[in-house]
């Protein structure tokens, strides 16, 4: 399979920020998943299915905190998942559920879906579904004009993506997406001969 015309990542910072500028002026709270998403690496379904005491607490002297890891049991594979929090994606969390708040008390709003639908479905569920999380994602990339292929894997692909650039070691990537080569784990984050060419050419 040629995972080069599959869904991509977000490869260019430029491209982020107009993504997360235009999400966080329609909707707070898409602009706060993919914010976790592109600084989490989760899967979508892992997304959705998160309430808010997966990420934010009432601290000991009884004030509302948003967490600094990540621990949840993934579903799809049943393993433990224990990632930290980047600054920017507890910093958009928190702007969510403050407003959020606005609805409830604390010790209410923990126990609520994370991604809350604005009405429920027709089965009383509560949560955004991973074919909304798609409708948000493509319909923003088509507000700020990004021709590429941008889906639910996008935010998994950007945060490997995001890592590679930085300099991560692939093997290390490799391991936070349970794949079974370094081979695959290029292929799936987008990984270019251009990039590669790039990497090469900057070696010091």
């Avoid at 579903?75 to 920017?88: C, E, M, N, Q, V």
Wanted: aromatic share 10%; charged share 25%.
């Amino acid at each position: 399979m040629n995972m080069n015309k599959t869904t991509q990542p977000i490869r260019s910072q430029s491209d982020r920020d107009k993504i997360s500028a235009y999400l966080l002026r329609k909707n707070v709270r898409d602009y706060a998943l993919f914010m976790l998403g592109i600084f989490t690496g989760r899967r979508i379904s892992d997304l959705v299915a998160l309430n808010v005491e997966d990420v934010a607490q009432i601290d000991k002297r009884g004030r509302f905190a948003i967490k600094t890891r990540l621990q949840i049991r993934e579903r799809k594979t049943g393993k433990y998942s224990d990632i930290i929090l980047h600054p920017a994606a507890r910093r958009a969390l928190s702007k969510y559920l403050h407003r959020r708040k606005r609805e409830s008390t604390w010790a209410y709003l923990l126990r609520e879906p994370l991604f809350k639908s604005q009405k429920p479905r027709a089965n009383g569920e509560l949560r955004i579904t991973k074919h909304y999380v798609w409708w948000i994602l493509t319909s923003a990339a088509s507000a700020c004009e990004i021709n590429y292929k941008i889906g639910t894997h996008t935010l998994r692909k950007t945060f490997g993506y995001m890592l590679y650039r930085n300099g991560t070691n692939i093997e290390v990537i490799q391991k936070a997406f349970n794949h079974s080569s370094p081979a695959i784990t290029l292929a799936y984050i987008g990984i270019t001969q251009d990039d590669l060419d790039e990497a090469i050419l900057g070696i010091d």
